[in-house]
T-cell receptor, first 114, second 111 residues
């Protein structure tokens, strides 16, 4: 079926270290892969996204890589800061009957310790 | 622009009661979605509406109904609430394959 698997479920790093979160998806037709950050009690907010015609995208300390052959994509956060602590969700677009929907991974709780 | 507006923010129901969660967007988006969020399970799609007049089931539609009232509004109804429906509900909207915008969420408890 349609699913997105995300690992790890929790991640603890020291401030300044890098953090990597990985996702795999099932639908080979998926062509849009966003990452969302959710702080406690808040709504998810888009932090970066990538489309299937691109292998890597960077935005300051955040980067996303995509391997379409292996059907996996990853979020990389460098020089982590305490304010990066949050739950991160990956998602993949999936088509059904000509319509497009986003399926999310289960989330990764990132803790950055000073 | 208010973006995506959800009401209510909090609700407590007794088992068997019914209620409707309201959602409206002012961004002229075609597609609207309802997700539920449970600890350790991420955001699971309940129903979505690709355009006005159409609705489709997502990953976990059982126990829910939806109405796409017009282009702006997409409501989620629980006909007979069960404790398993205790969750945080998010409405979202997007245009085509672009960024998904979320509402602020509804925290629902079913006792």
């Amino acid at each position: 079926g349609e699913n997105v698997e995300q690992h790890p479920s929790t991640l603890s790093v020291q401030e300044g270290d890098s953090a990597v979160i990985k996702c795999t998806y099932s639908d080979s037709a998926s062509n849009y892969f966003p990452w969302y950050k959710q702080e406690l009690g808040k709504r998810p907010q888009l932090i970066i996204d990538i489309r299937s015609n691109v292998g890597e995208k960077k935005d300051q300390r955040i980067a996303v890589t995509l391997n379409k052959t292996a059907k996996h994509f990853s979020l990389h956060i460098t020089e982590t800061q305490p304010e990066d602590s949050a739950v991160y969700f990956c998602a993949a677009s999936m088509s059904s009957g000509g319509y497009n929907k986003l399926i999310f991974g289960a989330g990764t709780r990132l803790a950055v310790h000073p | 622009n208010a973006g995506v507006t959800q009401t209510p923010k909090f609700q407590v129901l007794k088992t068997g009661q019914s209620m409707t969660l309201q959602c409206a967007q002012d961004m002229n988006h075609n597609s609207m979605y309802w997700y539920r969020q449970d600890p350790g399970m991420g955001l699971r799609l309940i129903y979505y509406s690709a355009s006005e007049g159409t609705t489709d089931k997502g990953e976990v539609p059982n126990g829910y109904n939806v109405s796409r009232l017009n282009k702006r509004e997409f409501s989620l109804r629980l006909e007979s609430a069960a404790p398993s429906q205790t969750s945080v509900y998010f409405c979202a909207s997007r245009q085509g394959g672009e960024k998904l915008f979320f509402g602020s969420g509804t925290q629902l408890s079913v006792l």
